[in-house]
């Protein structure tokens, strides 16, 4: 059960006690949820299952998301779509544990917060854009050219470099 102040919180103490094999599907449904520092997403929806092991507690998420981005071309926020699918074992004891070095805490509840923000935020693209053809910004009043178009005649570039173009 997600706790209602950490909507990413599960109580899986219970499947400790299950066999091995033994898994539990949480369907995951948020309007909106803000991980801390700097990403909200809008809304978070998917399925985490979490599946007994011998070594420990199987977590493996399929989620999606919406966070706001800003276009490189235009500077306009959009609603960046991001998905993520993951899988990571919380190990019972430190013998047991993974490169994530994620143990199971002795209360039974795991906060799955960290891993859907490292995950979400490795799935942001480093150039969003808006749309494929985003026009950007005029170069001469910095209009949006998806918005409005202006007059300006392109810009032959800075004179200083017309005795180098004359050499190409």
Do not use: W
């Amino acid at each position: 059960m997600p706790d209602s102040h950490s909507p990413l919180r599960l109580n899986v103490g219970f499947i400790v006690a299950q066999t091995i094999g033994y898994s539990r599907d949480f369907e995951i449904n948020l309007p909106s949820v803000k991980l801390e520092p700097e990403l909200e997403l809008v809304p978070l929806a998917g399925v985490v299952r979490i599946t007994r092991t011998p070594q420990g507690l199987l977590v493996q998420a399929r989620l999606k998301g919406n966070a706001v981005a800003e276009c490189v071309r235009c500077l306009s926020e959009f609603s960046q779509s991001l998905e993520i699918d993951f899988s990571e074992l919380y190990a019972f004891t430190r013998k047991a544990v993974t490169e994530s070095g994620l143990i199971l805490p002795e209360d039974g509840h795991i906060n799955l917060a960290p891993l859907v923000r490292e995950f979400m935020l490795l799935e942001v693209p480093i150039s969003p854009l808006c749309r494929p053809d985003c026009k950007g910004l005029c170069l001469e009043c910095g209009n949006n050219l998806n918005e409005n178009t202006c007059d300006h005649i392109p810009s032959t570039g800075d004179s200083r470099f017309d005795a180098l173009k004359a050499l190409t």
